[in-house]
């Protein structure tokens, strides 16, 4: 079994930051791509940002220059660091990962939780 916790989301005001961490453990044998999404009540899950095992990043047009998305594979953690925080950033955050697993030796994706985050101005 493969699990994806989040951590880090929050309450706070525009102008600050937030960083949201997201550790995947279980039956894991690689990770290739992890990456960020957002959703809010009543619209579509939108890709925020993803980074390859590699360390190539894209990011969303809406939070290039504030969002910035790093991994530790030796932690098979992957990082959002978000300045700059606006109203609109409030969403759910959600991590997902693209993996092998141990188990199959087939590629698949998982899905965490997701975290909140709550802008106010």
């Known amino acids: 079994q493969v699990r994806l916790v989040e951590s880090g989301g929050g309450l706070v005001q525009a102008g600050g930051s937030l960083r949201l961490s997201c550790a995947a453990s279980?039956?894991?044998?690689?990770?290739?791509?992890m990456g960020w999404y957002r959703q809010v009540p009543g619209k579509p899950r939108e890709l925020v940002a993803f980074?390859?095992?590699?360390?190539?990043?894209n990011y969303a047009d809406s939070v290039k220059g504030r969002f910035t998305i790093s991994r530790d594979n030796a932690k098979n953690t992957v990082y959002l660091q978000i300045h700059s925080l606006k109203p609109e950033d409030t969403a759910v955050y959600y991590c997902?990962?693209?993996?092998?697993?141990?188990?199959?030796?087939?590629?698949?994706?998982?899905w965490g939780q997701g975290t909140q985050v709550t802008v106010f101005s």
């Open positions: 279980g039956s894991i044998f690689s990770i290739n791509a």
């Open positions: 997902n990962a693209g993996y092998l697993s141990r188990a199959t030796m087939y590629p698949t994706e998982h």
């Open positions: 980074i390859t095992s590699g360390g190539s990043t």
